[in-house]
């Protein structure tokens, strides 16, 4: 990363309700499993999971995707060499695009409802 000093940083966390879904809906399940087959040794449906497997579904789904996704966010940066973004978890380090790369710049207002609709305004 560049020694450079940051002009502008902004910080974005992924506050999406509905995207909450699909992540803790697995979790309940298998949580649910977990306790009933792991915990308290009653098999649960009429063909159970294997111990081992369920517990790799507990920590998979019921641990690491509801942290990811509390711990998910974008980080951008403004220097004076150029643009940088980091993406965490995901990217390791920041990433740069060089002010040179960037060949045209304009403000765009967009709404979240309808994404597909873009007014460029001068």
């Given at each position: 990363m560049s020694?450079?000093?940051?002009i502008y940083e902004e910080k974005q966390r992924?506050?999406?309700?509905?995207?909450?879904?699909?992540?803790?809906?697995?979790?309940v399940m298998v949580w649910y499993s977990f306790y009933w087959q792991i915990l308290r040794?009653?098999?649960?449906?009429?063909?159970?999971?294997?111990?081992?497997i369920l517990i790799i579904l507990f920590v998979v789904f019921g641990f690491l995707f509801p942290y990811l996704m509390l711990k998910t966010r974008l980080i951008l940066?403004?220097?004076?060499?150029?643009?940088?973004?980091?993406y965490?978890?995901?990217?390791?380090?920041?990433?740069?695009i060089s002010w040179l790369e960037i060949t045209d710049v304009r403000p765009v207002e967009f709404s979240p409802l309808l994404p597909h609709i873009r007014i460029y305004t001068k």
């Open positions: 020694d450079e000093p940051v992924l506050n999406i309700g509905l995207l909450w879904l699909p992540v803790l809906t697995p979790a040794g009653r098999p649960v449906g009429s063909r159970p999971a294997p111990d081992a940066q403004v220097r004076p060499d150029g643009f940088y973004f980091r965490l978890p995901f990217h390791l380090r920041y990433h740069k």
